[in-house]
């Protein structure tokens, strides 16, 4: 196989109503014990972070994960499972599986939110982690704007069509050239059996993302500040500057509280970096790779 290409591996979860397939891209040395898993946000998938797992992958094993209902993995019979504590416990189930010695992590929106859960477990073996633009308060407003497209029902009949659509409801990730674009846009369709393409995810993982209340929450924000509180390793928060999902004070107050984490802006970036452009990449990997 291509050395810069990743190889695709399952591992099997347990959810509420029996198991389901998690599918994980591994880039670099299958055997190197220093390993680096990147998580996606909430529509998107383990292909993502392609760019940056290259530049990685010379120096750690790169596992990238399809979150349940993503990408190549099962998609699950109860839908209110789409949560972070399904996805943590999918991900203690992967963590087992690689066996690393140190054990680095990088999550976008809801990739972080996954890894604040994780790391923050007694005996963890999370070292390092990247938090990219979120943190423990989400602003209703990202919510309402994302719920504007997640779960619809949409058909596109080529790569460039859905590539045009997905700009438009994404251009909060800053500039991209077009073949950046559609490096991003290809592992995010699938074939709809009609000659088309739709979105490579499951549909239903809208819904528990629509039953959200205020109250629902306020209790999630208190327990994600109190996991994030707990976190011992050092933390590095990327923040998109124009993001609409974690504002300055949210990020001000990760630097000043818990594991004080180090704050990167990025201008000209909302909601959320991808970390496919160089200055966003060095920022990681000089964080990760340094002794």
């Known amino acids: 196989m291509n050395a810069a290409e990743p190889r695709l591996k399952h ?28 998580v996606h946000g909430l529509s998107r998938q383990g292909r993502d972070f392609d760019a940056l797992a290259r530049q990685l992958s010379a120096h750690r094993r790169v596992v990238c994960p399809d979150v349940a209902g993503r990408g190549r993995s099962d998609w699950l019979a109860d839908p209110m499972g789409y949560s972070i504590p399904q996805y943590v416990a999918d991900m203690v189930t992967l963590l087992a599986r690689l066996e690393a010695e140190t054990l680095d992590w990088v999550g976008t929106s809801m990739g972080g939110l996954i890894g604040v859960g994780v790391a923050s477990l007694q005996g963890s073996p999370v070292r390092r982690l990247v938090l990219n633009d979120v943190g423990p308060v989400i602003e209703y407003a990202a919510l309402a704007r994302i719920g504007q497209y997640l779960g619809f029902p949409v058909r596109w009949k080529t790569l460039e069509e859905a590539a045009d659509a997905m700009w438009a409801v994404s251009q909060s990730f800053g500039p991209h050239t077009r073949e950046q674009w559609l490096e991003l846009s290809g592992p995010q369709v699938i074939v709809d059996g009609q000659g088309g393409l739709k979105p490579h995810y499951d549909p239903d993982i809208a819904v528990p993302f629509r039953a959200v209340t205020p109250e629902i929450a306020a209790a999630g924000q208190a327990a994600m500040w109190q996991a994030y509180d707990a976190l011992r390793g050092p933390v590095l928060l990327l923040r998109g500057a124009q993001s609409d999902l974690l504002t300055r004070d949210t990020a ?26 160089p200055d966003q990449r060095e920022v990681v990997a000089d964080f990760l790779l340094s002794p």
Do not use: I
Not at 11 to 38: F, I, K, T
Not at 263 to 275: I, N, R, S, W
């Open 11 to 38: 591992v099997h979860c347990l959810g509420s109503r029996g198991l389901h397939r998690m599918a994980y891209w591994e880039w670099g040395d299958a055997s190197n014990p220093q390993v680096v898993v990147c």
């Open 252 to 277: 001000q107050a990760m630097s000043q509280r818990g594991p004080k984490a180090r704050l990167v802006e990025f201008d000209g970036v909302g909601h959320a970096p991808t970390l496919v452009q």
